[in-house]
């Protein structure tokens, strides 16, 4: 008899892992996969060239419809799991459904890094994470306008860049001297910056952020000297964190991210954890 196995989570991580155990293991478990996003598992890492346009959703499914029916895995879409009960070995979801487990993977990912500043909950703040984040972003792109964009990491610049070509007039503040400081030296960093600005993206670095101006919905940002700069969208990209708290509140092993061994494992030998959840000897 096939053995249970639910999965908390269907970003690229799980769906990968899948993939593996279904051609070393074939038939050996039956699947469920929970996923709080309403579609099929894409790479998030094209998630820019959608923003710009170049790529549609369809253009970065990895697994579509058919993947799901083919390897018989019941993929519950849009739903979230509330609570994890170890002594009965199961997961109940928001929505009320329970299902049972002889093993489960905990697969949830990542959550994007808010800073506690004045105006942060405001509409037209927006993350930039996954795939609902970019529909947003594009929505707003309809009216052009102006976006600033905190921080100029990675994932800011790519925001940043996608916005500006669907149109908008885009900001982008970072609080360290230099772009992307934790990947690029100055020299580096100042190159990336004039390439920005000769594609008419305004930089400005050592900029810290004082405040989100607007009533309902964001208008603007003000930063510590006072420096106002219209904004018509504010998108966060500061960071993330690992996605632990389903695990901590279940009772499983967690620092910063799930305490996982070498084998993917947690404090609970039922359970395993993996992708941007997870904490491994120390690291996220």
């Known amino acids: 008899m096939a053995e249970k196995l639910v999965i908390i989570g269907n970003g ?3 769906g990968r892992m899948l993939e593996h155990l279904f051609e070393a293991a074939p038939g050996k478990f039956d699947v469920t996969i929970f996923n709080a996003e309403p579609r099929v598992n894409y790479d998030r890492i094209m998630l820019s060239p959608v ?3 170049e790529k549609s959703f369809d253009d970065i499914v990895i697994h579509g419809d058919a993947w799901y029916i083919d390897n018989g895995v019941t993929l519950y879409k849009g739903v979230r799991i509330a609570h994890i009960d170890r002594a009965a070995r199961t997961v109940t ?3 009320g459904i329970v299902e049972t487990y002889d093993r489960l993977v905990i697969a949830t990912g990542s959550v994007p890094f808010i800073p506690p500043i004045e105006g942060n909950n405001l509409a037209g703040v927006l993350s930039y994470r996954d795939l609902d984040d970019v529909n947003a972003m594009m ?3 309809k009216a052009r306008g102006h976006a600033v964009v ?3 990491g990675l994932l800011g610049l790519e925001a940043a860049a996608g916005l500006a070509h669907q149109g908008m007039t885009v900001t982008v503040l970072h609080n360290a001297p230099t772009l ?3 990947q690029l030296d100055p020299a580096a960093g100042y190159l990336l910056e004039r390439t920005l600005v000769e594609r008419g993206i305004k930089v400005i670095c050592k900029a810290d952020t004082r405040q989100i101006i607007g009533d309902k919905r964001v208008t603007g940002v003000r930063l510590v000297d006072g420096t106002e700069i219209a904004a018509d969208i504010v998108i966060m990209a500061v960071g993330i964190r690992p996605n632990a708290a389903l695990a901590r509140d279940a009772g499983i092993a967690v620092n910063r991210g799930i305490v996982v061994d070498a084998q993917m494992r947690t404090s609970d030998p039922s359970i395993y954890a993996l992708g941007e959840c997870v904490e491994v000897a120390g690291s996220c």
Request: hydrophobic fraction near 45%; aromatic fraction near 0%.
């Open 139 to 141: 929505l707003a792109a």
């Open 150 to 152: 905190i921080g100029g």
């Open 93 to 95: 979801s928001e929505t």
């Open 12 to 14: 690229m991580a799980p």
């Open 51 to 53: 923003l710009s346009g």
């Open 180 to 182: 992307m400081n934790r």
